[in-house]
T-cell receptor
Framework: GESVGLHLPTLSVQEGDNSIINCAYS??????FIWYKQESGKGPQFIID?????DKRQGQRVTVLLNKTVKHLSLQIAATQPGDSAVYFC????????????FGKGTRLHILP | DSGVTQTPKHLITATGQRVTLRCSPR?????VYWYQQSLDQGLQFLIQ???????AKGNILERFSAQQFPDLHSELNLSSLELGDSALYFC?????????????FGQGTRLTVV
């Protein structure tokens, strides 16, 4: 079964505010945790990853935080824009030879005008 | 455009039938992944190939099979189709010069079984 999952199926955020999307995982052995974005009618798109030996990683307008103590992962999007409307998936790669990427169920982010 | 091409985009077929979904990975990518996306199940990993060989298997039914050809394109075969097989099927590809976190997804094939 899946070892990653999301706390909330839907999140509504005012345009310009920061968004925080959360994810819980159960597999402590995962090597990498990853966030993907899926816009309507498209395939998922890589946003950012974080290795399991890190606590924080920043990208352009996005920050991923990893709390291994409570097995929690979050994606922060700064100054949310209409183009950020999408479903966000957390995922993991256990770092095994097979390199499969396992996805959680997703959170839909709605941007309010 | 991710560089991954999936055909067909849409497919409608009857229960009991067999279909083949096709995927052309990004140029140079050796790994191909197949995922099934249903409304309430998220993205389910089905199977992965690397340079023609099966590398990992997920929740893939025995009625489903896949292969990767010498030119690296891949096909997913779905047989004895059931209504519950209706879903979006995604193919993704990646290079494998390190642990893979960034896979490039195609636009998917929407399969409707009636």
């Amino acid at each position: 079964g899946e070892s990653v999952g999301l706390h909330l199926p839907t999140l509504s955020v005012q345009e310009g505010d920061n968004s925080i999307i959360n994810c819980a995982y159960s597999n402590s052995a995962s090597d990498y945790f990853i966030w993907y974005k899926q816009e309507s009618g498209k395939g998922p798109q890589f946003i950012i990853d974080i290795r399991s030996n890190m606590d924080k990683r920043q990208g352009q307008r996005v920050t991923v935080l990893l709390n291994k103590t409570v097995k929690h992962l979050s994606l922060q999007i700064a100054a949310t824009q209409p183009g950020d409307s999408a479903v966000y998936f957390c995922a993991e790669n256990q770092g095994n030879r097979d390199d499969k990427i396992i996805f959680g169920k997703g959170t839909r982010l709605h941007i309010l005008p | 455009d991710s560089g991954v091409t999936q055909t067909p985009k849409h497919l409608i077929t009857a229960t009991g039938q067999r279909v083949t979904l096709r995927c052309s990975p990004r140029s140079g990518d050796l790994s191909v992944y197949w995922y099934q996306q249903s409304l309430d199940q998220g993205l389910q990993f089905l199977i992965q190939y690397y340079n023609g060989e099966e590398r990992a298997k997920g929740n893939i039914l025995e009625r489903f099979s896949a292969q990767q050809f010498p030119d690296l394109h891949s096909e997913l075969n779905l047989s004895s189709l059931e209504l519950g097989d209706s879903a979006l099927y995604f193919c993704a590809s990646s290079s494998r010069d390190r642990v893979v976190t960034e896979a490039f997804f195609g636009q998917g094939t929407r399969l409707t079984v009636v």
